[in-house]
């Protein structure tokens, strides 16, 4: 499994960005997709998820970090392997690397820690000025 994050940039204070994570996998569909994000001097912390689909039942849920509920959304296409995070209302607060990350297929452990997802990708820098 290879993951590619990208999108990240320089924003001010109040703007907007997406990033998107492209997957090399054929179960992409199968896998709960995640965004963590590490600013300096911090560990690395959940952002937001969105689970997967078993066969024809589709299990769209999303979970999100406190931090970011109301400005963050994520979603994802199957079709293309690609997931997304939507961040409106950047906060200075919200500047660090974004580590997009994928779980074993058919993985159903909480979607909240870093250690159910054994893929990761190289991360994108996002910073917010004020």
């Known amino acids: 499994v290879q993951l590619q994050a990208f999108g990240g940039g320089l924003v001010q204070a109040g703007g907007s960005l997406r990033l998107s994570c492209a997957a090399s996998v054929r179960t992409f569909s199968n896998r709960v997709m995640g965004w963590f994000r590490q600013a300096p001097g911090k560990e690395r912390e959940f952002v937001a998820a969105?689970?997967?689909?078993?066969?024809?039942?589709?299990?769209?849920?999303?979970y999100y970090a406190d931090s970011v509920k109301g400005r963050f959304t994520i979603s994802r296409d199957n079709a293309k392997s690609t997931v997304y995070l939507h961040m409106d209302g950047l906060k200075p607060e919200d500047t660090a690397v974004y580590y997009c990350?994928?779980?074993?297929?058919?993985?159903?452990?909480?979607?909240?820690?870093?250690?159910?997802?054994?893929?990761w990708g190289q991360g994108t820098q996002v910073t917010v000025s004020s």
């Open positions: 969105i689970s997967w689909r078993d066969g024809s039942t589709y299990y769209r849920n999303t």
């Open positions: 990350a994928a779980s074993r297929a058919g993985e159903s452990s909480s979607p909240y820690y870093a250690r159910n997802y054994p893929y």
